[in-house]
């Protein structure tokens, strides 16, 4: 996973680069480099976040409310 696709991933599940930190037990300035792309995203995160992205029971699981869908 790239910092862009961190970051895309970031913005799909509509949390901030500091709650996502929190949410997947990483340091807040951890989580500012992958989003930056100046670290690169370990393969266990990346892969948590990629399931939390596509699967609803993940993402409710890791806390997160889903996105209201667009009117």
């Known amino acids: 996973m790239t910092g862009d696709e961190f970051h895309d991933a970031r913005l ?3 949390v901030s680069t500091d709650e996502l930190a929190k949410i ?3 340091s807040r300035r951890s989580a500012f480099r992958y989003d930056a792309s ?3 995203v370990p393969r266990p995160l990346a892969l948590l976040i990629r ?3 596509k ?3 993940v993402r409710h699981e890791l806390g997160i ?3 209201a869908p667009p009117t």
């Open 12 to 14: 799909t599940l509509g």
């Open 55 to 57: 699967y609803p029971a």
């Open 51 to 53: 399931m939390a992205v």
């Open 38 to 40: 100046e670290w690169p």
């Open 24 to 26: 997947v037990g990483v």
């Open 65 to 67: 409310r889903d996105q």
